[in-house]
C-alpha cells in the first residue's frame, strides 16, 4: 500500500511563492498518476490538478493554471506542486493523492491513496 507525506505548507503573504512535496513510501511510484486537491473551511474537496505517471499529461483546474506548476522525481518518489502568485483563496488544506495507470480524474473518488494533508495559509 502506498502512503503519502505531504510537506512544505505554511504562511505567506498574497503574491508570495510555496512549493508542496508529496513523498511516496512504495515502490510502485512511478505507476501511479498523482494529483493534488485541496479543501478550504466548509468546501468540498477539489481537484488542483495532475501529472500522468510518465509525464505525458499535466493537468490543472482553471483557477491555478498559470499559477501553479505540477512535477515530479520518479527516481526520488516525490510529486511537487510549485504555488506561486498565491491569492487568499487558495488558502486551503493541500492534499496530494495516487491512482493506478495514466490517466488523470478530477474526482475524490478516482484516487486511493491520499496523504494527510498539509496548510497553505495565504494573508492578504
Known amino acids: 500500500q502506498e502512503q503519502l507525506v505531504e510537506s512544505g505548507g505554511g504562511l505567506v503573504q498574497a503574491g508570495g511563492s510555496l512549493r508542496l512535496s508529496c513523498a511516496a513510501s512504495?515502490?510502485?511510484?512511478?505507476?501511479?498518476?498523482m494529483a493534488w486537491f485541496r479543501q478550504a473551511p466548509g468546501k468540498e474537496r477539489e481537484y488542483v490538478g495532475g501529472i500522468s505517471r510518465r509525464v505525458g499529461n499535466i493537468d490543472y483546474a482553471d483557477s491555478v493554471k498559470g499559477r501553479f506548476t505540477i512535477s515530479r522525481d520518479n527516481a526520488k518518489n516525490t510529486v511537487y506542486l510549485q504555488m506561486n502568485n498565491l491569492k487568499s483563496e487558495d488558502t486551503a488544506v493541500y492534499y496530494c493523492?495516487?491512482?493506478?495507470?495514466?490517466?488523470?480524474?478530477?474526482?475524490?473518488?478516482?484516487?486511493?491513496?491520499w496523504g494527510q494533508g498539509t496548510q497553505v495559509t495565504v494573508s492578504s
Open positions: 493523492a495516487a491512482r493506478e495507470g495514466n490517466l488523470l480524474y478530477s474526482r475524490v473518488a478516482e484516487y486511493a491513496y
Open positions: 512504495g515502490r510502485l511510484f512511478s505507476t501511479y498518476s
